[in-house]
């Protein structure tokens, strides 16, 4: 086995696989800071102002918040970065405003430079602020960096938070393949005769099925919901770990090391995983690295077919579904801007994957002794 720092040398000679590893690296932060860092920080970034609905990245608009009442607790920092905060203010786009003695007159706007009808609201909702901390703390110019989707949410917030789905299920669909792939794989190539024979079958039935449709399958079966999503599509994608482990375990399993564990009187779990498997790392990476990959692109398939976690979630694929019939008309960004995070995400783990394979010298993926 190679030494971490020689792996890590090999791996920054190849520059495009820098690259990658650090488009993943800024997108995990993003997604792990989520709501901390969202212009939305409500619960799935789902604050919605249909006034500003479909409205082009880069517009700025003129907010007046008026506090809720009751008004929201206010969570600690880890809660909001899980789950969010619960909006704590009315947010009201405004044409124009003028302040009176006691109340602020404002003409809501309405969108396309429309406006509204007169409203008023009276000063004493604002908590005895005077008329200048209003003006600076409860009338805000909002931008909108990504626009706004059809429900005239925050779509940079929406992507950031859809990053966190993103990633979680193909983190989550990556460990459970793993496990399963790699003690199947595992117990097919060291056992041989009827083990492997049984095993083998239920591989190549489940090879011959497409990726898709099999996850379709057992998300029926599951029910609609972000954790069966993961469920789903890491029961869909164990078997190309599974059978890249049981060629691996063949290959190893009569070399001299492993006699002589034999000859110790070492069981043959422990063989398995303190003998064979620390030598087929490498290989093990290489197919978890393009896995993950696999299990975005699935993710937002499920998502875009509707089968994957529901709304309000926000997820990449679903974005796309709600808005890919407006790729023909003058909003196309909202479904280009989270079917360009789906591509950069998965290029990124190809990159990573083209060179840990070329670092470990994988010849196949698809071992089948």
């Not at 786009?93 to 003409?107: E, G, N, R, S």
């Not at 976690?309 to 926000?314: D, S, T």
């Not at 083209?354 to 002794?369: E, P, Y």
Request: hydrophobic share 50%; net charge positive.
């Amino acid at each position: 086995m190679q030494t971490d720092k020689s792996l890590w040398k090999k791996f920054k000679q190849n520059k495009l696989a820098l690259a990658g590893l650090t488009i993943i690296v800024f997108i995990s932060l993003l997604a792990v800071l989520g709501y901390l860092i969202t212009p939305d920080d409500s619960p799935m970034a789902n604050q919605m102002n249909l006034q500003l609905n479909i409205e082009k990245p880069g517009s700025t608009f003129t907010i007046l918040k008026i506090p809720k009442n009751p008004t929201p607790e206010k969570v600690n920092i880890i809660s909001k970065m899980l789950f969010g905060q619960a909006p704590q203010f009315e947010e009201i786009p405004l044409a124009d405003y003028h302040f009176t003695a006691h109340q602020i007159v404002f003409h809501e706007y309405l969108g396309e430079g429309q406006k509204g009808e007169q409203h008023q609201v009276d000063l004493k909702k604002f908590n005895h602020l005077s008329v200048q901390e209003i003006k600076e703390n409860n009338i805000v110019q909002k931008t909108f960096w990504f626009g706004t989707d059809i429900y005239g949410r925050d779509l940079l917030s929406r992507i950031i938070i859809g990053s966190r789905v993103s990633l979680t299920v193909g983190f989550m669909a990556v460990l459970i393949s793993l496990f399963l792939g790699t003690s199947l794989g595992a117990i097919a190539g060291f056992y041989s005769g009827k083990v492997d024979a049984a095993i083998s079958w239920l591989m190549n039935v489940l090879w011959s099925l497409p990726a898709l449709l099999l996850v379709i399958a057992i998300s029926f079966a599951l029910g609609k919901g972000f954790w069966q999503v993961f469920i789903a599509v890491g029961l869909s994608m164990w078997v190309e770990v599974a059978r890249l482990v049981r060629g691996q375990v063949i290959s190893l399993k009569n070399a001299p090391f492993i006699e002589a564990a034999k000859s110790l009187g070492f069981s043959n779990s422990r063989i398995i995983y303190k003998h064979i498997l620390p030598n087929i790392l490498g290989p093990i990476l290489v197919v978890a690295a393009s896995n993950f990959a696999s299990a975005i692109l699935l993710e937002a398939g499920l998502s875009f077919l509707g089968f994957g976690a529901q709304p309000p979630m926000p997820t990449w694929g679903g974005m796309i579904k709600e808005h890919y019939g407006y790729i023909i008309i003058d909003a196309a960004y909202l479904a280009i801007i989270p079917g360009l995070m789906i591509m950069l995400m998965v290029y990124a783990f190809n990159l990573v994957t083209v060179c840990l394979r070329d670092i470990f010298d994988v010849k196949s993926q698809n071992t089948n002794v």
